[in-house]
Antibody, heavy 122, light 108 residues
Framework: EVQLVESGGGLVKPGGSLRLSCAAS????????MSWVRQAPGKGLEWVGR??????????DYAAPVTGRFTISRDDSKNRLYLQMNSLKTEDTAVYYC?????????????WGQGTLVTVSS | SYELTQPPSVSVSPGQTARITCSGD??????ASWYQQKPGQAPVLVIY???ERPSGIPERFSGSTSGTTVTLTISGAQAEDEADYHC???????????FGGGTKLTVL
């Protein structure tokens, strides 16, 4: 069974940093294209960014609101995905989900972890 | 920035057919997917590639496309289908995934 378990969320002050982690199991993590998606309280889903497999180049892409502040990385030896968040703003408050990205021409995300809550507040 | 537009809410009686639309200029060139999200839970994929259904998703869920609009149809909606539904695709370049604002489906 595919499992994605996020951790590392919590309360942080504006301007602060936080690193989220996603533990993956039940599939070949090395070959997976992984993404982070967030959801602010009472709002819709927002794509944060993506890291493709090392065999496909290992590159990253980010949504405009987080470019230059967030960094996605992966440790294939540990089956772990990371999201380093710097210069956090109040508008970054959200539940952050780890998910596998598939396909081209739109693609899709499946499955999703249970999410971890990040609250940015003074 | 590119946007996908969904109605905020849709309401049907049990056993009726629910249709949720999603509009966006790039939908004629990019596939769309749909996710069901119940309160306090993570999203679950119910349709991908416009009209493909993952294993384990009931047959009453189907997807269709026409021009720049995609539609999620729930035939014979049940109380357990009450949830938020999010469409997802990508911008015209295919680089950046994009989500619609979500539609709250009420079945009562």
């Amino acid at each position: 069974e595919v499992q994605l378990v996020e951790s590392g969320g919590g309360l942080v002050k504006p301007g602060g940093s936080l690193r989220l982690s996603c533990a993956a199991s039940g599939f070949t993590f090395t070959n997976a294209w992984m993404s982070w998606v967030r959801q602010a309280p009472g709002k819709g889903l927002e794509w944060v960014g993506r890291i493709i497999s090392k065999t496909d180049g290992g590159t990253t892409d980010y949504a405009a609101p987080v470019t230059g502040r967030f960094t996605i990385s992966r440790d294939d030896s540990k089956n772990r995905l990371y999201l380093q968040m710097n210069s956090l703003k109040t508008e970054d408050t959200a539940v952050y989900y780890c998910t596998i990205f598939y396909g081209v021409r739109g693609g899709w995300f499946d499955p999703w972890g249970q999410g971890t809550l990040v609250t940015v507040s003074s | 920035s590119y946007e996908l537009t969904q109605p905020p809410s849709v309401s049907v009686s049990p056993g009726q057919t629910a249709r949720i639309t999603c509009s966006g200029d790039a939908l004629s060139k990019q596939y769309a997917s749909w996710y069901q999200q119940k309160p306090g839970q993570a999203p679950v994929l119910v349709i991908y590639r416009d009209n493909e259904r993952p294993s384990g998703i009931p047959e009453r869920f189907s997807g269709s496309t026409s021009g720049t609009t995609v539609t999620l149809t729930i035939s014979g909606a049940q109380a357990e289908d009450e949830a938020d539904y999010h469409c997802q695709s990508a911008d015209i370049s295919g680089t950046s995934p994009v989500f619609g604002g979500g539609t709250k489906l009420t079945v009562l």
